[in-house]
């Protein structure tokens, strides 16, 4: 598995440095609706990255791959995670289907 830092964006990685009280606050919500769910691990990063790819939010994939390939999803299932909100999102979840195979790929 890849390092977890590699996969961050570099957005990310500046918002964690600069300002790291709102980093904290932003993981403490992140952890705590994560205990809130009603959904394992590998169902959850599954939902996560088909929300992603409707939101075309690709620097975010890497990581979010990653969590779902440890959490047991297969490379299909992550690929049809991605393209599950084509009937209702369009074609534009495709733009996020590149970095998601590669990052499965490289995981």
Known sequence: MADPA???SDAFQTFMHEAPSHAQAWGAMVGGLAEASALDAKTSALAYLAVQAAGRLESGIPFH???AKRAGA???EVISAILIGLPSAGLG?????PAAVAAYDAA
């Open 6 to 8: 590699s996969l961050v």
């Open 65 to 67: 791959v990653e969590a």
């Open 74 to 76: 297969s490379r299909d």
């Open 93 to 97: 979840v495709t733009q996020v289907l």
